[in-house]
């Protein structure tokens, strides 16, 4: 299926998603709401920042990218981490962005948001199949004790939450201080 993008690489280069496709990594929408006031707005991603695990080169290429669209990333050591079902994942935080990446066989996809915003909810990298089903991968900052979906609660692992759901799932951050983001996807 046609992959509908900004951009587009050869399948083993990078893929800069903004649409789901069939079967696809695509990059995810963020949260719907906007961070609370008073919150620090530096994101903390405790298990990423003891992490030693390095960036593949599909993953420099596609840091390349992002740091033309946010300058503050340029020059920042990706930081790798794995989830328990093994997904890659990777996080590059700037001084005023935060950037959240996964690689599947199809390609490398992103999504980048504000400091303020990435340290009160999730960002997500989304794939979404024929079945109309969609696996995200979450990172959540440590504010953020589970991801909520279709009444199940998931914690994460490593600052990362991977599940399926379906079209018309509700997604939500719960942070640990007891209130709740809605995720869009």
């Known amino acids: 299926m046609p992959l509908r993008s900004r951009v587009r690489f050869a399948r083993t280069a990078v893929v800069v998603a903004v649409a789901s496709a069939g079967g696809t990594l695509a990059a995810g929408a963020l949260a719907t709401a906007d961070a609370p006031s008073g919150l620090n707005a530096t994101p903390s991603y ?15 290429e596609m840091v390349a990218v992002m740091a033309r669209r946010f300058p503050d990333v ?23 962005t935060t950037c959240f ?19 009160s909810t999730a960002l997500s990298v989304m794939e979404r199949g024929d079945d109309g089903a969609t696996r995200a991968a979450f990172l ?34 719960l942070r640990r201080d007891g209130t709740a983001v809605t995720l869009g996807h």
Do not use: I
């Open 140 to 173: 959540v900052p440590d504010a953020v004790r589970a991801v909520a979906v279709d009444g199940r609660q998931l914690a994460p692992s490593h600052n990362v939450v991977v599940v399926e759901f379906g079209k018309t799932a509700k997604v939500q951050a």
């Open 101 to 119: 990446g996964a690689e599947n066989d199809e390609g490398t996809g992103y999504t980048c948001a504000p400091n303020a915003v990435a340290a």
């Open 74 to 96: 340029a020059g920042v050591e990706p930081q790798g981490v794995q989830a328990d079902d093994g997904t890659q994942a990777w996080v590059v935080a700037g001084e005023r």
């Open 46 to 60: 405790s298990a990423v920042e003891r992490s030693t695990q390095g960036p593949t080169d599909r993953v420099e």
